[in-house]
């Protein structure tokens, strides 16, 4: 829930007068959050993602002004004085593109704007380079589908969110990363462990929040184009329109292509599939005289990729004399958000007590998803149909003591149907037609208390009731604590409990990328995991601007009940098939332990430092029932990012260092079991940026010193062998990549 500053905006004349100046214009300095006075001169603006911070104010005829605000103001009066025409007025300033936040109860990392331009950052899947906590792989070798990691585990278990909208679930998920144009974004946050109730049940590792660009931005255009060495060709497209003083509208475009066949590591297969995507969405805001703010929008996309190997003709499907894949994507999204204030804010009485405003606020959501695809002799088709609708009702008592409670209702109508079939050993085809279509309806109430004291101490707890149509009650309490010892020193904590139902073929879409048969137990049950963690940050007075930060965490995850996919049963309960994937539920322990340690710093004027390390342990009993490190989960991750800017940013020098530690590689081969391990590899990353006076020139390369994973498709020769398997990546897949872009934007 972000905090609010208030104020108003006077004129003072040479004269002597002062009068409220209706409709300045105020924001916040290196951000996209701005707002309008009202006809009184009276405005609220979100508070900015890190204090202290810049506020600037102008009015057509006045002098700007830019004010530090702290995080102890609340309340501001900003008088203007008329002044002397201007030709014209630039403004510099500085944003760390990654940070740890502040005001955050959970620990939460943040990948500002600035953040989102240290690469190319085509999608969402290519923004986290700079974040330890968060590695993204491809989950096969073939689809090009691409998965993040949180805490040791799989994206799986990181709840999505569009702007608090829980986004990218259900068969959207294997696709979901590269649906969202990173210039489409101001900023994404990561918040580890146990959240928020209010979005849910389904967070069990963290929350990634996606904020876009606002209607309210003062950009009437935005528009980035890329192109790389792949002849991937980019386009994005970002228009904010200030309709009328309560109307804005930000139109949103896409469009991509990846035209040609790469084989760098000459398996026969591509590299990366052949894809065309279009992808547009309309986002409204309407703000009323008396407070109530209704937002809604609409997103639609369509995808077409086709892979396999290099000779594969996409017109002549089943051919067995080339392996080949296609895979269709349709999406369409509509939301619509109402917030209604019950009564206006009351002063606070102390610093850091809870304002005493009441709301209540309104969410619904539709989304469809159609997923048709074949991997070679497998079809698999999904349709998606989710309808969600929220009520919440905010208020506060006391000094210190707000709550949340609310009613939710979800219901998802999931069609799916997969065709395996496969060739045994003798060439022999067999066929097995699975039905995993369901129906979910799940309705609940919730309540989310919070207690802060002083700016020192918060607490939030929540508790959530849902009853599930196919799992009966289920109960979600969930705990966060933040402590600030001397305003240099933060302590968090979290624990809490968590539930999502498995999507087996999504969850695990490079299955279909393999000659290998899928077996699902009968009796899969809800998975259920509980996540407990904590972190210190302290923030030091070193550096060129007295704001060095050391952030140090550890997050456990147990699992109660897990949806294992195993591929190595064959090698511990003989006489299994060595040729099959088994799905089943956890019949042991399963777990992941996570330390990550945080530095950033800026050594010198506009030079910034940031470095990390993250540490996994991440278990699992399979069928077996003996513990068993998860295979391609790396151990570590080591990070080191170096920015230097030239004065007014006119030169932007960006340098990016991973070491990548080792992870078991799955025993596949039934001729070749041992107890293998991935080496450890670096990769490198650098871009350089030219500003011009509205356009951002920039080039980089990816993968600097051309470091591919060898081998990554298991008997790639023989692709309809039961030994065929693509999804033992834990590598690039693609060599040195060279880009080039600009960013050109268009200020009101």
Known sequence: MAQNIKGIVSGHSSSGGKTPLAYASISWHHTTIAVTADENGHFTITAPPAFPAHLIASFVGYESDTL???????????????????????????????????????????????????????????????????????????????????????????????ESRPDMRGLAQPFGLSYTPGQWLESIQIAKGAGSILQGYENITGQINLEYRKPATPQPLFLNLYLDRFLRTEANAASSLQLSDKWSTVLLAHASTDPKKYDDNHDGFMDEPVKRQINLANRWTYLADNGTQLRFGVKGLCEKRESGQMDFDGSRPHDTTAYGSQIENKHFNAYVKVGIPLSAAQPREDLGAVPTTSNIAFIGDYTFHELSSFFGLKNYYGRENTATFNTLFQSGFGQYHSYTAG??????????????????????????????????????????????????????????????????????????????????????????????????????????????????????????????????????????????????????????????????????????????????????????????????????????????????????????????????????????????????????????????????????????????????????????????????????????????????????????????????????????????????????
């Open 407 to 748: 009613l939710s209702f979800r219901w998802d109508d999931y069609g799916e149907q997969l065709e395996d079939a496969w060739l045994d050993e003798n060439r022999q085809q067999y066929d097995n037609t699975i039905h995993l279509s369901r129906r979910e309806i799940t309705g609940g109430l919730f309540g989310e208390y919070t207690f802060s004291y002083k700016e020192k101490l918060t607490l939030v707890a929540g508790l959530r009731a849902d009853y599930h149509s196919l799992y009966r009650w289920l109960f979600t309490p969930r705990v966060t604590l933040k402590y600030d010892f001397s305003g240099r020193l933060v302590f968090r904590a979290s624990a809490g409990r968590g539930f999502r139902t498995a999507n087996v073929i999504t969850d695990n879409i490079g299955i279909l990328a393999t000659g290998r048969k899928i077996q699902i137990a009968d009796d899969l049950q809800l998975e259920e995991a509980w996540t407990f963690g904590g972190s210190l940050s302290w923030y030091l007075p070193w550096g060129y601007d007295d704001n060095a930060s050391i952030s140090v965490d550890y997050f456990h995850t147990g699992f109660t009940n897990q949806v294992l996919v195993d591929a190595e049963r064959y090698l511990y309960e003989p006489p299994q098939d060595y040729s099959t994937y088994w799905i089943y539920n956890l019949q042991g322990k399963s777990y992941s332990n996570t330390f990550q340690a945080d530095f950033s710093m800026q050594p010198a004027e506009r030079f910034t430092l940031l470095a990390a390390f993250r540490y996994t342990d991440a278990k699992t009993a399979y069928a077996d029932g003996n513990l068993r490190e998860r295979p391609l989960n790396n151990r570590f991750k080591a990070l080191l990012n170096l920015q230097y800017a030239t004065r007014m940013n006119i030169w932007t020098f960006d340098v990016t260092a991973q070491l990548n530690g080792a992870t078991r590689l799955p025993d596949l081969d039934r001729n070749r079991r041992s107890n293998r391990y991935s080496p450890v590899y670096p990769l490198f990353f650098a871009q350089v940026t030219r500003k011009f006076k509205g356009i951002d020139v920039y080039i980089g390369c990816e993968n600097i010193l051309n470091y591919m994973q060898e081998s990554p498709i298991l008997h790639a020769g023989d692709p309809y062998s039961p030994l065929f398997d693509s999804t033992v990546i834990w590598g690039p897949l693609m060599g040195r990549r060279i880009y080039a872009g600009l960013r050109y934007t268009l200020f009101k």
């Open 68 to 162: 530090t605000v702290t995080a102890a103001m609340d309340s501001l009066d900003i008088t203007l004085h008329e002044g002397a025409a201007l030709d014209e007025i630039v403004v510099t300033g500085r944003q760390a593109g990654n940070y740890i936040s502040r005001l955050a109860t959970i620990k939460t990392e943040v990948i500002s704007a600035a953040g989102l331009t240290k690469m190319a950052c085509c999608n969402l899947a290519e923004s986290f380079e700079n974040s330890a906590g968060i590695t993204v792989g491809y989950s096969d070798a073939v689809s090009g589908a691409r998965q993040i990691r949180l805490l040791g585990l799989s994206g799986n278990y990181v709840q999505m969110l569009d």
